[in-house]
């Protein structure tokens, strides 16, 4: 049947279209039922339209069962009242109705299965519906923790950057430290041993008293008669 062909291409167009734009399975899993409500309409519809042309070719049938019993008993009246040609003429219809009911139960079978395959086809897209309806706050509380998951993993990276930084200003600042020592103590090294005397009288005399103490003592020295 054409409906079967048309509803597997559209369920197989939705799916592809799913997987296309899952860029966003929140929005995407409404789109999803939107289109598959879509489809259940349309099925729907041509599974009633089936259906009705089950029932049609049924009660053809019936009729014309019902018509040939009716000629079967009108054939029986005829000949119980001694009348065999109106006999052979109700049997003549009765076998008319015999090639036609052939026909119509050929029509009644194609249409009770056809109808039997689109009520299975629907009855599975009310259960995927009602199924993907239950899921969906489920797949959608998933969702909203994988974004919040990958928020918190762009923040941490940023974190673990920042600590990066402040660990290598520490390492640059030790480093500069390191470089001071050893220029100073480069330069301790590369003084001359004369210039370090020098350095170490001057301090000497650097730090000796201030000048008021020298002078009470030349007055105390003159005062006891104690020569320099």
């Known amino acids: 049947m054409g409906i079967l062909t048309r509803f597997k291409d559209i369920m197989a167009s939705n799916i592809n279209a799913l997987l296309d ?22 099925v729907k519809a041509e599974t009633a339209s089936v259906m009705a042309d089950e029932k049609r070719a049924k ?15 009108y054939a029986e009246k005829a000949l119980l009242a001694g009348n065999e040609s109106d006999a052979r003429t109700f049997l003549e219809k009765k076998q008319s109705l015999a090639a036609k009911q052939g026909v119509l139960q050929q029509s009644y079978d194609l249409a009770k299965g056809n109808a039997a395959k689109m009520r299975q086809m629907h009855d599975k897209l009310v259960s995927d519906l009602n199924d993907l309806n239950a899921r969906r706050d489920a797949i959608k509380a998933k969702v909203k923790v994988a974004k919040a998951q990958e ?8 974190a673990e950057g920042a600590v990066e930084n402040l660990s290598a200003f520490d390492r640059m600042e030790a480093k500069a430290n390191k470089m001071l020592d050893e220029a100073n103590a480069m330069a301790e090294l590369n003084q001359s041993p004369q210039e370090s005397d020098i350095d170490s009288l ?24 104690v020569s320099s």
């Open 21 to 42: 734009k899952c860029e966003d399975p929140e929005k995407m899993i409404d789109q999803y039922l939107r289109n598959l409500e879509s489809d259940l309409g349309k």
């Open 59 to 73: 009660r053809e049938l019936d009729e014309c069962l019902e018509e040939t019993e009716k000629m079967q008993k």
């Open 151 to 158: 928020r918190m993993n762009r923040i941490g990276a940023s």
């Open 202 to 225: 001057m301090d000497k005399y650097d730090t000796q008293g201030n000048g008021a103490v020298e002078d009470e003592l030349a007055a105390l020295k003159a005062k006891l008669g």
